[in-house]
């Protein structure tokens, strides 16, 4: 649905994205990730054709942003970062108007637009004024502006911001529920909802792509950690774990009387548990826990943004 | 021709509904209503001579004209990019299929019906006077030819203005500085040396309306006026699409 190769934007004295290449398949839902400032809304502008790139090709639906820039913006629903309105139009008439903008009219924009009404849950509010509407409402109008066009590729810049947690979990589900049948891309730095919604996560840092995979392989492809908590002095454990050969970057910390060490280990094809209980259990100390953990997107994420 | 349409239906709507295009519209209203008292009240004083047409003076042939011209097209124009670009209204305008040519001429178009209409009450005017006494058509038809033109004019630099900045002030005060500027040609001529004089003259608004007002369709003014209007039109449509190179 969507192939980037080399793609560049540089602003007067800034490198706002840095040769950067993905693809993205028909039906992914891609989360793009990364911290403020890091090209995420730039690669987007490029994506829905707003701007060009410097240099670098980017092509969505098999066809060039640039050169066919007419034909991509057909595919493309786009939310912008902010979700800017008009506010003096009401949601029926601005609907409409958007809609009759991406090509719909007579009974299918009706039609269209009763379904996107419905599906952002827009029915009570639909003969509003923009302006007086919530910013939940007006996310959801952005959301629906979005949709109207029926595109095969959603784009959208930061869709839960300043929204409440219901209403957050709403827009989640209804994203899900989108992606079933189309590809969604959605930047974001709130992790959580990544980690709910996307199948496959790109991050960006500084312009370039720090890691781009699919949730499961990201997170197998990081290291697990080992915890284990057992009950004796801090400096004594510490010192007894230095037999765990293949384990490193070993963190304590005690809490009434529990020692908790968490480390890496070496040898990641490999499960070192059962030899951190052999050399804890040679001094006899209870222990109340031994297990691993799979580490968060958040803890890729801060990995990955700040070792480059 | 059908996003053209549908942007332009909403323009002209969106300008019916910004109070300020109401305050606008009466503005004008009172001021064009009071200058046409005023006129005819001069000009049926005994000693002016009988065949003085009111509607000669009233297009055109006083500063306030002017200064209500300037003014209720900066008004107008000001908003129609600023506030798309202040707002971020224009990304999503610009994502959906459109061209930023259809997206010029569809606001230039509003913008030049709203204010034509706003002239639409003006013509009972000439209904009252025809009761009274021999109006000639033929100049009051130059005089609305006159007006279209100069405001496709005017129009046209308002929205270029209005298409490099954000700020709504801004375009503005430029857009009525600007029209000042192309009214006060007239009045520099005779202080420029002979070489600029006919520059001047011909650059001058001022001097390409006159005609109209005496009931003169000059073509030399018909093209003067549309040919600025399709350059300044074609600047906004660069300036819109600089966003690209920029």
């Given at each position: 649905?969507?192939q980037v190769?080399?793609?560049?934007?540089?602003y007067?004295d800034?490198?706002a994205v840095d040769h950067i290449s993905?693809?993205?398949?028909k039906?992914?839902?891609?989360?793009l990730l990364?911290?403020?400032?890091?090209?995420k809304?730039t690669?987007?502008?490029i994506l829905?054709?707003f701007?060009?790139?410097?240099?670098?090709?980017?092509k969505v639906?098999?066809h060039?942003?640039f050169k066919?820039?007419?034909?991509v913006?057909r595919?493309i629903?786009?939310m912008p970062e902010n979700v800017?309105?008009?506010?003096?139009?009401?949601?029926n008439?601005f609907?409409?108007?958007?809609?009759?903008?991406k090509?719909?009219k007579?009974?299918?924009?009706?039609?269209?637009?009763?379904?996107v009404?419905?599906?952002?849950?827009?029915?009570q509010?639909?003969?509003?004024?923009?302006?007086?509407?919530?910013k939940?409402?007006r996310?959801?109008?952005g959301?629906?502006?979005?949709?109207i066009?029926d595109?095969?590729l959603l784009v959208?810049?930061?869709p839960?911001?300043?929204?409440?947690p219901?209403?957050v979990r709403?827009?989640r589900?209804?994203i899900?529920?989108?992606?079933r049948?189309r590809?969604?891309?959605?930047s974001?730095?709130?992790?959580p909802?990544?980690?709910?919604?996307?199948e496959?996560?790109i991050?960006?840092?500084k312009g370039?792509?720090v890691?781009?995979?699919?949730?499961?392989?990201?997170?197998?492809g990081n290291?697990?950690r080992?915890?284990?908590?057992?009950?004796?002095?801090?400096?004594e454990?510490e010192r007894?774990?230095?037999d765990?050969k293949e384990?490193y970057e070993?963190?304590?910390s005690?809490?009434e009387?529990?020692v908790?060490?968490?480390m890496?280990?070496?040898?990641p094809?490999?499960n070192?548990?059962e030899?951190?209980?052999l050399v804890?259990?040679?001094?006899s100390?209870p222990?109340?826990?031994?297990?691993t953990k799979?580490?968060?997107?958040?803890?890729?994420?801060v990995?990955?943004?700040t070792?480059h | 021709?059908?996003n053209?349409?549908?942007l332009?239906k909403r323009e002209?709507?969106?300008?019916?509904?910004?109070p300020?295009s109401?305050?606008?519209?009466c503005?004008?209203?009172?001021?064009?209503?009071?200058?046409?008292w005023?006129?005819?009240n001069?000009?049926?004083?005994p000693?002016?001579?009988?065949?003085?047409?009111v509607f000669g003076?009233?297009f055109g042939?006083t500063?306030?004209?002017?200064?209500v011209v300037?003014?209720?097209?900066?008004?107008l124009t000001?908003?129609?990019f600023?506030?798309?670009?202040?707002?971020?209204?224009?990304?999503?305008?610009?994502t959906?299929p459109?061209?930023?040519?259809?997206v010029?001429l569809?606001?230039f178009?509003?913008a030049?019906?709203?204010?034509?209409l706003?002239?639409v009450?003006?013509l009972?005017y000439?209904?009252?006077?025809?009761k009274?006494?021999?109006v000639d058509?033929?100049?009051?038809?130059?005089?609305?030819?006159?007006t279209?033109l100069?405001?496709?004019?005017?129009?046209s630099l308002?929205i270029?203005?209005?298409s490099t900045?954000?700020?709504?002030f801004?375009?503005?005060?430029?857009?009525f500085?600007g029209i000042?500027?192309?009214?006060?040609l007239?009045f520099m001529?005779?202080?420029v040396s002979n070489k600029w004089?006919?520059v001047?003259?011909?650059?001058?608004?001022?001097?390409?309306f006159?005609?109209f007002?005496?009931g003169?369709?000059?073509?030399?003014s018909?093209v003067?006026?549309l040919?600025i209007?399709?350059?300044?039109?074609f600047?906004?449509?660069?300036?819109?699409?600089?966003?690209k190179?920029r």
């Open positions: 649905m969507i190769k080399e793609l560049v934007k540089t007067a800034l490198t993905f693809n993205v398949e039906g992914d839902i891609v989360g990364g911290p403020n400032g890091a090209g809304t690669t987007m502008k829905t054709c701007m060009p790139a410097t240099s670098g090709v980017a639906a098999g060039d942003v066919e820039s007419l034909e913006r595919h629903g786009y800017p309105l008009y506010p003096e139009m009401r949601v008439e609907l409409s108007y958007r809609g009759r903008l090509g719909l007579g009974q299918s924009l009706i039609n269209r637009m009763n379904a009404i419905d599906a952002c849950e827009l029915g509010v639909r003969s509003r004024i923009i302006e007086q509407l919530s939940g409402n996310q959801r109008v959301l629906a502006d979005a949709l066009g595109p095969d959208l810049d930061e839960t911001i300043g929204l409440d219901n209403q709403k827009v589900e209804l899900k529920e989108i992606g049948d590809t969604v891309i959605l974001t730095h709130i992790l909802e990544v980690e709910m919604v996307c496959k996560v991050i960006m840092y370039k792509i890691a781009q995979d699919s949730m499961s392989n990201l997170r197998s290291k697990k080992y915890c284990v908590e057992v009950k004796a002095p801090k400096a454990v007894a774990l230095l765990v384990a070993i963190r304590t005690e809490n009387g529990w908790r060490a968490e890496l280990s070496r040898l094809e490999e070192i548990s030899k951190i209980f804890l259990q040679k001094h100390w222990m109340r826990l031994l297990t799979m580490p968060t997107l958040e803890d890729i994420f990995e990955m943004t070792k | 021709m059908r053209f349409r549908t332009y002209l709507a969106t300008l019916y509904y910004t300020t109401y305050v606008v519209m503005v004008f209203l009172i001021v064009v209503g009071w200058l046409f005023i006129l005819v001069y000009l049926n004083a000693s002016k001579p009988l065949e003085a047409n003076y009233l042939g500063f306030i004209y002017w200064m300037a003014a209720v097209t900066s008004a000001m908003r129609l600023s506030e798309e670009y202040r707002t971020g209204t224009i990304e999503m305008l610009m959906t459109v061209t930023d040519t259809q010029v569809s606001k178009s509003a030049l019906t709203f204010l034509m706003m002239w009450p003006t009972v000439v209904y009252i006077l025809g009274f006494t021999t058509y033929g100049v009051v038809f130059a005089g609305y030819l006159g279209f100069l405001n496709c004019m005017l129009t308002g270029m203005i209005s900045n954000k700020s709504q801004v375009s503005f005060f430029v857009t500085i000042l500027m192309l009214f006060s007239n001529q005779d202080v004089r006919v001047y003259r011909y650059a001058s608004v001022l001097e390409q006159n005609p007002t005496k003169v369709i000059s073509s030399q018909v003067y006026f040919s209007t399709a350059f300044l039109l600047c906004t449509v660069k300036s819109v699409e600089s966003r190179w």
